[in-house]
Each structure stands twice: as structure tokens, then as C-alpha cells.
């Protein structure tokens, strides 16, 4: 039966161990998986994570965020929404913001940090390093 099940699954593309739309973040000593979104920006940003790491020295901004520059630009796909803590957005093309914070306006979105629990502890105040990698 198990044979049956998993031919299945196999037949229909559908793949329990597809990580393809996670990546890492680094913050301090922890380590962060986040889910992806699937859009122009994201894709444009495994390229180039593909290449090596993304260090981004960010900083409080309105006490709901950590925002830092890529030091390259992505596609944007802005839209309006309402941001939560563990969202990760492009600013203005090449700005990532980490929200710890609930916050409105219009960003393109990168991904949601999962398991974001105590986040804003975690990064802390002040200036913060955020090193993205692929898993």
C-alpha cells in the first residue's frame, strides 16, 4: 500500500521534500528559516544568493522594523499590505526590511520568517546584521 501511496504523490509532482522556496537568516546566534514568495523579486534573489551570502546592515526604523541596503537592486512588485512580525519586504527596490511590528504600506514581499516567536528580542536594538543564505 505504502508503494501505492508514494508512486502516487511521485505521479502527481507533488514532493514532501521540496525546500526550493526557503532560505536562511541570519541574526546574532540564531537562525531563521524563511519561506519565500513566489515572485520576480524572490527569484532575482536566489540568484544571487546562489553567488554567496547577503550581508545588510540594518537599523530601527519607527520601532516596528530593521531596514538595511542590499547593496543591489530587485524587481519590484509593490503592493499594499499590512505587514506582521516575521515579514520581510523590499523597500524602494533594494532595501529589505524585517518587521518585528505590524506596519501598512506598500512593499513588494520577500518571505515570512517561521518560528518568529521573539523576534524583536532577537534583533535586538540598535544596528543589526542580517546574513541571508540558501539552506
Not at 519590484?76 to 523597500?91: F, K, Q, R, S
Not at 518585528?100 to 532577537?122: A, C, M, P, R
Amino acid at each position: 500500500m505504502i508503494f501505492i501511496i508514494l508512486g502516487f504523490l511521485l505521479l502527481s509532482g507533488v514532493n514532501a521534500q521540496n525546500n526550493d522556496n526557503i532560505i536562511k537568516l541570519k541574526v546574532n546566534d540564531h537562525i531563521f528559516d524563511v519561506e519565500l514568495e513566489n515572485n520576480s523579486a524572490t527569484q532575482e534573489l536566489v540568484k544571487k544568493l546562489e553567488t554567496g551570502n547577503v550581508t545588510v546592515n540594518a537599523t530601527d526604523y519607527g520601532n516596528f522594523e530593521k531596514v538595511g541596503n542590499l547593496g543591489f537592486s530587485l524587481p519590484v512588485n509593490d503592493e499594499n499590505m499590512n505587514t506582521e512580525a516575521g515579514d520581510i519586504v523590499l523597500y524602494q527596490g533594494n532595501q529589505v526590511s524585517v518587521f518585528y511590528d505590524t506596519h501598512s504600506w506598500s512593499y513588494t514581499k520577500l518571505g515570512k520568517i517561521q518560528n518568529v516567536s521573539d523576534l524583536k528580542e532577537v534583533l535586538g536594538s540598535g544596528n543589526t546584521v542580517l546574513e541571508f543564505s540558501l539552506r
